[in-house]
């Protein structure tokens, strides 16, 4: 699965750890994250996230 890097701070998103820490299992796709997901550590939307090659 893709991951996925905030712009604004560096933080990866996993789709295989997913963020339980704020109600994301593990396996979900950066795009079935809720809309109003932000990055963990910065507060940044989805739209502030970029496809890590």
Known sequence: MQKYECIICGYIYDPAEG?????????TAFADLPDDWVCPLCGATKDDFQPVD
């Open 19 to 27: 963020d339980p820490d704020n109600g994301v299992a593990a396996g």
